[in-house]
């Protein structure tokens, strides 16, 4: 069964690497702007309280 765990320290990098098809990447920004962007803001709205999951099947990231 799926589980839903907190992006952290030990398990970014390995959501970094998670992408979309190359016909969705219009739609979405990577998952390591996303993650940056719920961590300090960006330039322009500064930061929000936004939390980042990972979407994991066993020990195997598939989604973000």
């Known amino acids: 069964m799926p589980e839903i765990r ?3 320290k ?10 979309v098809r190359e016909d969705q990447k219009h739609f979405v920004a ?3 702007y996303s993650i940056a962007e ?7 709205e500064g930061h929000w309280d936004l939390f980042a999951y990972g979407i994991y099947n066993g020990d195997v990231p598939v989604g973000f």
Request: no cysteine; charged share 30%.
């Open 38 to 44: 719920s961590k300090f803001g960006d330039e322009y």
């Open 30 to 32: 990577s998952n390591l």
């Open 10 to 19: 030990e398990n970014w990098r390995e959501l970094i690497r998670l992408q």
């Open 6 to 8: 907190p992006v952290t």
